[in-house]
């Protein structure tokens, strides 16, 4: 099946610095890519919506400027984390699809990728 | 606005028992998908199973299958011969237009062997 490779698994870094978070669709073209974060025992909250070569669709909520999203090419969309504080802190997934929307076009998710700010 | 609720938060099941997982669900859009989504340990989210809304019959895949009522707007997965590696949380989501992904809080399903 589809397969999303989500990079790193896990990260701690220092409060202030910034963190890159990598998906990247291995044998299909992602042209929508989903982030979502996860909070402990919790369900998934979408934070904002890519499409190849265009601007991210940010929840409402969701800082774009601190939550920076690329999504530059059909295989690969990045969530930088800027300024990191240690409310950041949680699990980050993607998932892509290959359709404008989720609607008729099942998500394949990475692995997720747990950041921790100390 | 669309919303999914899942009302059980755990569940359990004896080993090679039969478990149903409810889930309810609410869209004005009258075409639309309903998803059951599986999140191991591992956090890795494994697509289940999928229903088209303009499909009356029930998705099956294997061991596992959906009951759905859509006048109810109702969407239970069925778990049969349970197995110690389905023990996760199960999501169940719905996609509709444009609207993203949509999921329910949740249930937590432990196997018992």
């Known amino acids: 099946g589809a397969v999303v490779s989500q990079h790193p698994s896990w990260v701690i870094c220092k409060s202030g610095t910034s963190v890159k978070i990598e998906c990247r669709s291995l044998?299909?073209?992602?042209?929508?890519m989903f982030w979502y974060r996860q909070f402990p025992k919790q369900s998934l909250m979408l934070m904002a919506t890519?499409?190849?070569?265009?601007?991210?669709?940010?929840e409402q909520g969701v800082e774009k400027d601190k939550f920076l999203i690329n999504h530059a090419s059909l295989t690969l969309s990045t969530l930088t984390v800027t300024s990191a504080h240690p409310e950041d802190s949680s699990f980050y997934i993607c998932?892509?699809?290959?359709?404008?929307?989720?609607?008729?076009?099942?998500?394949?998710f990475g692995n997720g990728t747990r950041l921790t700010v100390t | 606005a669309q919303t999914v609720t899942q009302s059980q938060p755990e569940m359990s099941v004896q080993e090679a028992e039969t478990v149903t997982l409810s889930c309810t669900y609410d869209?004005?859009?009258?075409?639309?998908?309903l998803f059951w989504y599986k999140q191991p340990p591992s956090r890795q989210m494994i697509l289940v199973i999928r229903?088209?809304?303009?499909?009356?019959q029930n998705a099956t895949e294997n061991r596992f299958s959906v009951n759905f009522q859509k006048a109810a707007k109702s969407f239970s997965l069925k778990i049969s011969d349970s197995q110690l590696g389905d023990a996760a949380m199960y999501f169940c989501?719905?996609?509709?237009?444009?609207?993203?992904?949509?999921f329910g809080k949740g249930t937590r399903l432990s196997v018992i062997a």
């Open positions: 998932g892509g699809g290959t359709g404008s929307s989720s609607y008729n076009s099942p998500l394949h």
């Open positions: 044998d299909f073209q992602a042209t929508t």
């Open positions: 890519s499409n190849e070569g265009s601007k991210a669709t940010y």
């Open positions: 869209t004005s859009e009258s075409d639309y998908y």
């Open positions: 229903q088209e809304a303009y499909k009356q």
């Open positions: 989501a719905l996609a509709s237009g444009n609207t993203p992904l949509v």
